[in-house]
């Protein structure tokens, strides 16, 4: 399976935090936001990855992030100049996708708890139709929501109901077949003239080649998109961190545990992120892993 970060937009919500600079290069507490939605990609054991955005903006993260290379995985990337929808990704990856399944995450949302990585494999082993999650939340007419029946299975799906028939909201992470850019060239754009993932789905679900898998109370979604939302996030890491003395979405470490890199590019990292808590915790993690 392949990957996508859906990375652009204007981010107009954070202005002008977002004037000159794409939202998904904004901290996190200890890292780029970007790294978030990447490594969740990563934890599913996905490498071939496409990451869209600006114009603007793709030249700043292959500063950041190269060709992926010193992670084990192959990073390339594409524009959308304009936002179109979300599943506008899928005509911009046609030739990226070619014929093979993929996964999708938007890069404003942080994944982190107990049972993400059982939930990521489950998402990576699809095949044929499409997959997304369901996460309990309190202000659901705010997302695409999801009505599930008595027996677990998706009774309705609407896009940012002023009335939601659940509490169910999808978040930012999606799978879907290989025959996903076709699906999407049926669509006609909405009203503000964008490719809406819901419609996406819903053409999955008419179909009947839609499944649906809740997300546990062990597990946090997060989204970054509004002044609140990032700085909440920022003191969700924070806590974490500090109080387990483990990072999130450290990049090289998921490599490392995949077995995609060796001691060799965790010791270059460190020297590229200099004297930084992340280096010194990069350090800390390969003595902790040689000593073992």
């Not at 029946?149 to 309705?156: D, K, L, R, V, Y």
Request: glycine share 10%; hydrophobic share 40%; net charge negative.
């Amino acid at each position: 399976m392949k990957g996508i970060v859906l990375a652009g937009g204007a981010g107009t919500r954070l202005h002008p935090l977002t004037v000159a600079v794409s939202k998904q290069l904004l901290p996190v507490y200890d890292k780029p936001m970007v790294y978030y939605p990447l490594s969740v990609l990563m934890l599913a054991g996905i490498r071939d990855i496409l990451l869209i955005s600006t114009p603007r903006d793709i030249p700043l993260f292959k500063h950041l992030l190269g060709d992926g290379a010193q992670l084990g995985i192959s990073l390339s990337y594409a524009e959308q100049p304009a936002p179109k929808g979300i599943a506008e990704a899928f005509l911009i990856g046609e030739d990226f996708i070619s014929d093979t399944p993929v996964g999708l995450i938007l890069g404003d949302n942080i994944f982190y708890g107990r049972g993400l990585v059982d939930k990521l494999y489950e998402g990576a082993r699809l095949r044929d139709g499409a997959m997304i999650f369901a996460y309990y939340v309190r202000s659901p007419e705010r997302y695409g929501v999801v009505e599930l029946n008595a027996e677990g299975q998706i009774a309705s799906l609407e896009e940012k109901p002023t009335l939601p028939k659940s509490n169910y909201a999808v978040p930012g992470l999606y799978f879907y077949g290989p025959d996903v850019v076709d699906m999407t060239k049926t669509l006609r754009p909405s009203a503000r003239d964008e490719l809406e993932i819901t419609d996406l789905n819903l053409a999955y679900l008419k179909e009947g080649r839609l499944r649906v898998s809740v997300l546990s109370r062990g597990l946090a979604w997060l989204d970054t998109g509004t002044n609140r939302g990032l700085m909440e996030a920022g003191q969700f890491v924070q806590v974490i961190e500090e109080r387990q003395s483990l990072k999130i979405a450290c990049l090289e470490e998921i490599a490392w545990r995949n077995g995609w890199i060796g001691a060799a590019e965790i010791e270059k990292a460190c020297g590229r992120m200099g004297a930084s808590a992340y280096a010194d915790y990069l350090r800390e993690f390969l003595a902790r892993e040689v000593r073992e």
